[in-house]
């Protein structure tokens, strides 16, 4: 069986629980952990998680109401007794956000996203909880992704992907100096216990053993890296998969939408009737056409990529030899697929609008997506040999 652990912003389950059910859920006719901060389960939220459960009437869902300040606050009073504790709070970067910020009067206010990162952790921890409650041997797979993702097609089969590897989306550019930590493919032991133990190793003086060597003046230890370091330390090994899904926060434009079907997403956005976001617009602002994150813009461009990818197959189903083929398209600029906000390749945009002043679209996004051939292959995907064609 398989057991997926979601958790985030529950009312995005109004834009997004009819995707995650049909792309996610149904494929791999998995078992469902949903992760419900009590804080949050007000009449809103509750509607929002109704709504998944209406889609799923027939399968296992499990709701777990978490009161995660509670939580917060135990694991602070905790370790506010360690002499380690101290150090703990010495290490740079956001990886502990929300203990030293929110429970250290003196401290100054949270920066960085670091309010929040904290509470990843209880998230992750409550599936890890409830993986074990309900018998760990019971699942072949356990997969921990988020309510806000927008999926555009199908989950790859658990056939696809080598157990003997932790597997995670194939996003080009969202590591941030570690992995990936939005959506992974986990066995239920040694791989489960790497990606989501990180609220086990903070309680104990393991932390400070893990991360001690990547410390010094000039280091920032982000939920990525600190993750990285949990894997290395597990002697796991992570592949990566295509996958069409992004993180959002709206539901995507009707004119993004329909330009996209139409195969006309480098029309300029403007002409969509979307607002773009101002330049001082928060990260986790959304991008007025497409929905996206603004902090995730290479993810909804392998999203998109690989969706179009998919659609070209075919049979388009995920198989061994269409995951190799789609894993070898080139991840181009998030503006291709109509990212409207100005981004660090804003130049490369006024190029595109150039080139496509003086040649046809189509070798103007040849050579746009040929020049960013290398920005996409972050690692290899390696396919079990005996997976086949399916």
């Known amino acids: 069986a398989v057991l997926v652990c979601i958790g985030g912003r529950l009312t995005d389950l109004h834009f997004t629980a009819e995707g995650i059910t049909r792309h996610l859920f149904s494929p791999l006719n998995a078992e469902v952990y949903v992760y419900a901060p009590k ?13 998944l459960l ?40 956001n990886w502990l956000g929300g203990i030293p910020t929110n429970y250290s009067p003196w401290l100054p206010p949270a920066q960085f996203a670091s309010k929040g990162e904290f509470f990843n952790y209880v998230q992750h921890d409550s599936c890890l909880r409830f993986m074990r409650r309900s018998g760990a041997a019971k699942w072949e797979r356990v997969i921990y992704t988020r309510t806000d993702f927008v999926w555009r097609c199908p989950h790859p089969a658990m056939s696809l992907l080598d157990s003997a590897a932790m597997w995670m989306p194939l996003t080009s550019s969202d590591d941030y100096g570690g992995v ?25 003086t393991e932390v400070l053993k893990l991360l001690r060597p990547l410390t010094g003046p000039n280091e920032w230890i982000s939920p990525e890296t600190f993750l990285a370091a949990r894997i290395h330390a597990s002697d796991t090994e992570v592949r990566r998969y295509p996958q069409c899904a992004y993180r959002a926060c709206q539901a995507p434009s009707s004119n993004f939408l329909r330009s996209f079907e139409n ?9 969509w009737g979307c607002k773009a976001p101002s330049a001082g617009s928060d990260r986790a602002a959304c991008d007025a056409c497409t929905g996206a994150r603004l902090e995730y813009p290479w993810e909804f461009s392998a999203a998109m990529t690989m969706e179009s990818c998919l659609r070209a197959q075919a049979n388009r189903a995920w198989t061994a030899e269409s995951l190799r083929k789609c894993h070898a398209v080139p991840i181009p600029l998030p503006y291709i697929y109509g990212f ?36 996409a292959r972050d690692s290899e995907l390696q396919i079990a040999a005996s997976a086949g064609d399916r």
């Open 39 to 51: 804080h949050k389960y007000d009449a809103a939220g509750q509607a929002a998680v109704q709504s």
């Open 340 to 375: 409207s906000s100005r981004l660090p390749e804003a130049d490369a945009r006024k190029g595109l609008a150039k080139c496509l002043a003086t040649s046809t679209q189509g070798s103007c996004l040849d050579v746009l997506a040929s020049s960013f051939r290398s920005i």
């Open 180 to 204: 990936y930590d939005n959506h992974a493919v986990l066995t239920p032991g040694r791989q489960a216990q790497a990606f989501l133990g990180a609220m086990t190793m903070i309680r104990s």
């Open 263 to 271: 195969g006309r997403t480098s029309e300029i956005p403007s002409t």
């Open 54 to 93: 209406d889609l799923n009437k027939g399968r296992d869902m499990y709701v777990d109401v978490v009161d995660e300040d509670a939580i917060a606050r135990s694991v602070a009073i905790h370790l506010g007794s360690w002499p380690e504790f101290h150090e703990m709070l010495m290490i740079g970067g």
